[in-house]
């Protein structure tokens, strides 16, 4: 999608940087579709300019998609607060000793949230949650059957590898056989959370106690053996330094030179409102913007990166468009609490069709509706917004 004289305008305007020199040999694989090592990733972190990054992860972004821009229709359904694991991070769970405080759907009840969608243009459903000790393996299993039953049309994304782990365990069943267990039931793909950060002296200090890091990717492996497609996520902005992200994202990118099954990396931003890391600070817009074009340039083999609107804002979500983003999520739908009880921006975290699509066209990028994998369902970069059908979530 873009020329040798693009690529010739890049180097030159590296060159015209106070601290070209410097980036000189990053420039040159940027534009040779090269991968960058371990040590540049940190130089990027650590001595790049925001503009400079930015150029480099916008280059990469419109030679892999112009400026093509998705998103897709899908709704959250999320079975439970209650959870066994206390990370320290979590502004959303309840622990299992306080159950009462929190919420526990039972499966008519997440059916008819299913159900009341019907006629409404949807393509996905999002199912993910605390771990709940009476939600095992059989009992989603049994939800996915009879959601797949009532719209086989549905796509079914559903779970962390840490909901997964959990369930694994408790049935005796390796991953092997649980992942086969769950596809056989219509799960389709699995989103990314439960990542948080690899490294394991960071790990026990904000989530000691669930699935390690091994224990993460090779639930993920094993998806992706079965055809499954995943998502990966890194929480960042907390504890972590530049070296442990660069460390994450390497084992990511590892993964996927092996099994390519991954769609997508979402960096996600550390919220500190309502956890044990209140005293924390978040990072700034900066460091957020700088993070997504490192992410860019760096997971080469990964042909999406995320963010997700809900917890950057709108605005903010805007502005990651030109650091690299190409995907800004979906149209969700207000029942999602995990982002506004973390401190969101967004507290009615929401948004109609027509309203994403103004939002992607007001930074003069290309709006198009996706399906879960990335099929082009609709392209409205030549359609009136003002002619969307805005019941149609």
């Known amino acids: 999608m873009i020329s040798t004289n693009k690529e010739d305008e890049l180097i030159s305007l590296v060159n015209s940087f106070h601290e070209g020199n410097l980036f000189k040999k990053i420039a040159e694989k940027v534009t040779n579709d090269e991968r960058i090592t371990d040590e540049e990733g940190l130089l990027l972190f650590e001595k790049a300019s925001l503009g400079l990054t930015a150029m480099f992860a916008n280059y990469i972004r419109e030679k892999k998609h112009g400026d093509i821009t998705y998103f897709n229709r899908n709704f959250h359904i999320e079975p439970t607060n209650v959870c066994v694991f206390s990370c320290k991070f979590c502004s959303y769970s309840r622990l299992y000793a306080h159950r009462d405080e929190g919420w526990q759907l039972s499966a008519d009840q997440m059916m008819d949230i299913v159900k009341s969608y019907d006629g409404k243009a ?18 989603f299993c049994d939800l996915i059957s009879r959601i797949k039953q009532h719209r086989p049309d549905l796509h079914v994304k559903g779970f962390t590898a840490v909901e997964l782990d959990y369930m694994f365990r408790k049935a005796k069943l390796t991953i092997a056989e649980g992942m086969l267990k769950l596809k056989n039931a219509g799960l389709q793909s699995m989103p990314g959370g439960g990542a948080e950060i ?3 002296s960071i790990r026990q200090q904000i989530s000691a106690d669930k699935v390690d890091a091994d224990g993460w990717l090779k639930i993920h492996e094993e998806a992706h053996k079965l055809g499954m497609h995943t998502n990966a996520t890194m929480l960042y902005g907390h504890i972590e330094n530049y070296a442990h992200r660069i460390d994450h994202m390497n084992r990511l990118r590892n993964l996927q030179d092996k099994t390519n099954g991954f769609n997508t990396f979402i960096p996600l931003k550390f919220r500190n409102k ?5 005293n924390v600070p978040e990072s700034s817009v900066v460091e957020d913007m700088k993070m997504y074009a490192v992410a860019r340039i760096y997971m080469d083999n990964f042909p999406h990166l995320k963010a997700y609107w809900p917890m950057l804002g709108r605005q903010n979500a805007q502005l990651s468009l030109s650091f690299g983003v190409n995907d800004i999520d979906g149209t969700i739908d207000d029942s999602t609490k995990i982002y506004s009880m973390a401190g969101s921006e967004e507290q009615k975290p929401s948004m109609n069709t027509q309203e994403l699509v103004t939002l992607i066209k007001q930074v003069k990028r290309r709006p198009v509706e996706r399906d879960t994998l990335y099929n082009v369902i609709k392209d409205y970069s030549l359609q009136n917004a003002k002619e969307f059908d805005v019941t149609m979530n």
């Open 198 to 200: 690899f490294d394991e």
């Open 274 to 278: 309502n956890n044990d890391m209140s």
């Open 122 to 139: 949807v393509t996905e459903v999002h199912i993910v949650g605390g771990v709940h000790p009476k939600m095992d393996l059989n009992f």
